[in-house]
């Protein structure tokens, strides 16, 4: 157990802290410490600047036993730089997990963070210059996440203003920004975007007429240090780089997917598994193991991900066992667990993700737990990703700020954000009021339209004809079909 002692000099003892008091007031308050580590082998660690408050302080120096093993329920404690969280990550797991609970750390406990909110001296005090985009940031230092940075660029589809996609990631923002999403009717050129994007990025050279679409500021394109598409339509026309194409990349590339890198066909089945497995046992060591632990309880919302216990193959690797359990999955589960798992072990600071219709393979609630995942794993890198969608499950998680529809009219693209905000709005009032086109001409809605329109029924023959069977938003379409027929 570590042994705290506050004091004007550093206690030399083996495996112990020393806080030292600092001379500084925060508008009557005096909550500054330096905080020292003593290792096994007496070497001295200065970690950094903290403040301590105590519960009900209404001013002065806070009041600390002179030694402890752990503070009291009636303190807290937090770092005041970056530093700080540095240094406590650099020492051993344990040593750090005891330090920051010894103390009460507010950024490793959010608990102890809203105990202590209200009280005049942690906001006088102790976040006189710490603010809660400073908080998000030293908790992903202690979670070795990579550090947040802004992401900014502007694509151009075509010479017009009105068809630049424009992303702009920000860091550490609630609801998060850095899983964007395109929507658009088939055929209105979103895998395009993805192959003319990718073709950009890897320094591809275009056919002339592809000139037009291109970055507006070529530097927006030194954010990215890598590449990873994800596309697993077997009817697309996203496909792998060729070595051929990749000789002059830039950055780095890699193709997740059905089909064979050089094009030849599709990969079997025997080989994909063999390289969810290998990919697996990649992440189950050193810094990926927390992430792969991490998307995997995301994913265990799902009722079959969750009886599967994959996190008890994390800690007692078992290939044989794996295999088996891959191999029973339905082909939207591999197809999530697959992606996963290789974004866990591909995924570094700066990559841009395009993943090309998630839906296609998956049912709602685990295309949902695959966007959370997803965006989690991102944050922790420092990485973004470009979704191209028809699913309105997608953009519930999504910020309409992060939202780009296109719209296509002969060789005129537009681009334009939804009029409602999208994240966690209703999946009825999103596919409404977003994809309100594809609706009105496909579905239950034209079905409804035709017998109105064509056959000329009236409201309670249509009723009649479907024994009763529409429901209350059916029945508004009929009315105001009939009312706008008359």
Known sequence: MIKFFVSKNIVNLANSCTLTKIIWDDFGFKTSFNLYYVDENSRFIHIGKLKILQKNQEYGYTDIPNEFDKLSDNYCSLGQEQIYYEELYHL????????????????????????????????????????????????????????????????????????????????????????????????????????????????????????????????????????????????????????????????????????????????????LNTEFVDSFQSCITGVRKERLKNAIEILNSDPIFSSLDIISLIENYDRKELFRIYRLLSSGHKIVLFSIIKLVLLTDERTLVLIDEPETHLHPPLLSSFVKALSDLLINRNAIALIATHSPVVLQEIPRVCVSIINRSGKEVKIDKPEIETYAENVGTLTHEIFKLEVMQSGFYKTLKDLIMDDSLTYEEILNEFKEQIGCEGRAIIRALEYNKD
């Open 92 to 271: 051993p797991e344990k040593t750090r997990k005891e330090i920051l609970d010894s103390l009460r750390d507010c950024v490793n406990n959010n608990k102890i963070k809203n105990a202590f909110r209200k009280e005049n001296g942690f906001q006088c005090s102790l976040m006189r210059v710490v603010r809660e985009y400073d908080i998000k940031h030293f908790r992903s230092i202690l979670k070795n996440q990579a550090k947040p940075t802004p992401y900014k660029f502007t694509y151009a589809i075509t010479n017009s203003q009105e068809s630049h996609l424009v992303v702009n990631v920000i860091p550490n923002s609630t609801p998060p920004t850095n899983v964007q999403v395109i929507i658009g009717r088939n055929g209105v050129g979103k895998t395009r975007l993805f192959n003319k994007l990718t073709t950009s990025l890897m320094n591809i050279e275009q056919d002339e007429n592809d000139k037009q679409e291109h970055f507006i500021n070529r530097d927006e394109k030194l954010q990215f240090a890598n590449l990873i598409t994800i596309a697993f339509s077997a009817f697309d026309s996203s496909r792998p780089l060729t070595k051929a194409e990749l000789k002059n990349s830039p950055i780095n590339y890699n193709y997740i997917g059905l089909k064979k890198s050089d094009n030849s066909g599709f990969r079997d089945f025997g080989d």
